[in-house]
C-alpha cells in the first residue's frame, strides 16, 4: 500500500513565476491538507480540502491557492513566487478528521 | 487549539527508554493528544495519538496524565533511528468541520540518540 506521494521532489523557480505542486493521499484516504515548512521551523498550515472543496485555511495569502480531484489527489498552486516562498511543501492525507500522514515533500526554492 | 510546551532538547543512550514531556494545560475535552516526529528534511512521521487512556502502538507508548495537562511519549528502546524532532499536538477530536481539523506544530524536542 503505497503512502503519501508528492511531485515534484526539488523544484527550483524565479521570483514572479507561478508553480504547481501534486499530492496523491494514501490509499482510504479523502482528506488533504498542505503544509508550508521553512527552515528551521515546523510546520505551518496552509489549507485542507474535503470532497473537493477547501474546508479551512491557515494564515497565507490568496497567491496560495489549491484544488482536489475526485480521485482525492490535489494540486497545491503558489503566484507570483516571492524569495520568502522558499521552504518545503508537505502534502498530508487523512480520513475525514483522522490521523493525518505526511509525504515526503516537495523543496521549492525561488532565485 | 490548546497550546503545547516541550523541552527543546533531550539525550537519550542507545538501547533505553526515552521519555519526552509535553505540557498542555489548557486542554479541551473533546482535543486529542497527536505525537509526530520529524528526521531532517523529511515529512513528519505520525506516531501515536489518544485521548485520555494509556495508548501503545508498535512504535511507541503515550501517557497521559489523569487532568490530562500533561502527557509522556515513551520510546522504549530508543535507537539511533530515532534521533529526530518530536512534536506533541493537541488537536479537536475528529469529524468537526471547523479549523480543529489542522495540525499546529511548536518547536518540538530534539531527541538525540548517543551510542
Known amino acids: 500500500d503505497a503512502g503519501v506521494t508528492q511531485s515534484p521532489t526539488h523544484l527550483i523557480k524565479t521570483r514572479g513565476q507561478q508553480v504547481t505542486l501534486r499530492c496523491s493521499p494514501k490509499?482510504?484516504?479523502?482528506?488533504v491538507s498542505w503544509y508550508q515548512q521553512a527552515l528551521g521551523q515546523g510546520p505551518q498550515f496552509i489549507f485542507q480540502y474535503y470532497e473537493e472543496e477547501e474546508r479551512q485555511r491557515g494564515n497565507f495569502p490568496d497567491r496560495f491557492s489549491g484544488h482536489q480531484f475526485p480521485n482525492y489527489s490535489s494540486e497545491l498552486n503558489v503566484n507570483a513566487l516571492l524569495l520568502g516562498d522558499s521552504a518545503l511543501y508537505l502534502c498530508?492525507?487523512?480520513?475525514?478528521?483522522?490521523?493525518?500522514?505526511f509525504g515526503p515533500g516537495t523543496r521549492l526554492t525561488v532565485l | 487549539d490548546a497550546k503545547t510546551t516541550q523541552p527543546p532538547s533531550m539525550d537519550c543512550a542507545e538501547g533505553r527508554a526515552a521519555n519526552l514531556p509535553c505540557n498542555h494545560s489548557t486542554i479541551s475535552g473533546n482535543e486529542y493528544v497527536y505525537w509526530y516526529r520529524q528526521i531532517h528534511s523529511q515529512g513528519p512521521q505520525y506516531i501515536i495519538h489518544g485521548l485520555k487512556n494509556n495508548e501503545t502502538n508498535e512504535m511507541a507508548s503515550l501517557i497521559i496524565t489523569e487532568d490530562r495537562k500533561s502527557s509522556t511519549l515513551i520510546l522504549p528502546h530508543a535507537t539511533l533511528r530515532d534521533t529526530a524532532v518530536y512534536y506533541c499536538i493537541v488537536r479537536v477530536a475528529g469529524g468537526v468541520k471547523t479549523s480543529g481539523s489542522r495540525l499546529t506544530f511548536g518547536e518540538g524536542t530534539q531527541l538525540t540518540v548517543n551510542p
Open positions: 498530508a492525507s487523512s480520513p475525514w478528521g483522522g490521523a493525518q500522514f
Open positions: 490509499s482510504g484516504h479523502d482528506t
